[in-house]
Nanobody, 120 residues
Framework: QVQLVESGGGLVQPGGSLRLSCAAS????????MGWYRQAPGKERELVAA???????NYADSVKGRFTISRDNAKNTVVLQMNSLKVEDTAVYYC??????????????WGQGTQVTVSS
C-alpha cells in the first residue's frame, strides 16, 4: 500500500504564509509527478502546482509568484510554500503523486486533504 501523509494547513490571515508538506511511503519504486490540488465548496478540484521528478514545475495562474512547489526525491516528499495568501485561496488542499509501485504499474495516490482557511 502507498500512503500520502500531509502536514500543515490551518487558519491564517490575508497576506500570511503557510507551508504544506506531503510524504509518500509504502511500496514505492519511484515517483514521477507530484503536486497539490485544491477544492473549494461548490467547485471542482483544480491543480495548484505540480512538479516532475526532474524539477519542472507547473502553477495555476492564480498562484504564480506567490506559491512555490519543491520536492525531495530521496525522501519522497513534496512541499508547497504559500506566501501572500488571499481569501480566495481558502480550500481543502490535496497532495497527489504518480507512483511506480514495486509490484509494477503507475497509480495516482491522494492524501486525505488538509484545510487551508484564509480569513481576517
Amino acid at each position: 500500500q502507498v500512503q500520502l501523509v500531509e502536514s500543515g494547513g490551518g487558519l491564517v490571515q490575508p497576506g500570511g504564509s503557510l507551508r504544506l508538506s506531503c510524504a509518500a511511503s509504502g511500496s514505492i519504486f519511484s515517483i514521477n509527478g507530484m503536486g497539490w490540488y485544491r477544492q473549494a465548496p461548490g467547485k471542482e478540484r483544480e491543480l495548484v502546482a505540480a512538479i516532475t521528478r526532474g524539477g519542472m514545475t507547473n502553477y495555476a495562474d492564480s498562484v504564480k509568484g506567490r506559491f512555490t512547489i519543491s520536492r525531495d526525491n530521496a525522501k519522497n516528499t513534496v512541499v508547497l510554500q504559500m506566501n501572500s495568501l488571499k481569501v480566495e485561496d481558502t480550500a481543502v488542499y490535496y497532495c497527489n503523486a504518480d507512483v511506480l509501485r514495486r509490484a509494477g504499474g503507475i497509480y495516482d495516490f491522494w492524501g486525505q486533504g488538509t484545510q487551508v482557511t484564509v480569513s481576517s
